[in-house]
Nanobody
Framework: QVQLVESGGGLVQAGGSLRLSCAAS????????MGWFRQGPGKEREFVAA????????DYADFVKGRFTISRDNAKNTVYLQMNDLKPEDTAVYSC????????????????WGRGTQVTVSS
């Protein structure tokens, strides 16, 4: 089993910044990559960003490119999401997830999920 705990959410004004953290524990050696997702009020959950534990590849949703940066600290089993120039539409519960493998179409398959951290951006 893999346990994921998010932190760093809060209330910020539009244009502000937050850094989210996701600490992984348990059988982290079996995971391949980590991703961030979000679900806003009345919206479906959507992909935000992903990074593997090894290698330099990163993936971003179009709506966060240039504003958000995903990174990792392998020694701490932690991934981060630096969020800059936040907008009210970024308001959501942000969750991290661990992927065990790639799907046949080269996308990560996420098997473990954290409980999420609330990010609220005021106008």
């Amino acid at each position: 089993q893999v346990q994921l705990v998010e932190s760093g959410g809060g209330l910020v004004q539009a244009g502000g910044s937050l850094r989210l953290s996701c600490a992984a524990s348990g059988r982290t050696f079996s995971t391949y990559a980590m991703g961030w997702f979000r679900q806003g009020p009345g919206k479906e959950r959507e992909f935000v960003a992903a990074i593997p534990w090894r290698g330099a590849r990163t993936d971003y949703a179009d709506f966060v490119k240039g504003r958000f940066t995903i990174s990792r600290d392998n020694a701490k089993n932690t991934v981060y999401l630096q969020m800059n120039d936040l907008k009210p539409e970024d308001t959501a519960v942000y969750s991290c997830a661990a992927a065990l493998k790639l799907t046949p179409d080269l996308k990560y398959q996420y098997d473990y999920w954290g409980r999420g951290t609330q990010v609220t951006v005021s106008s």
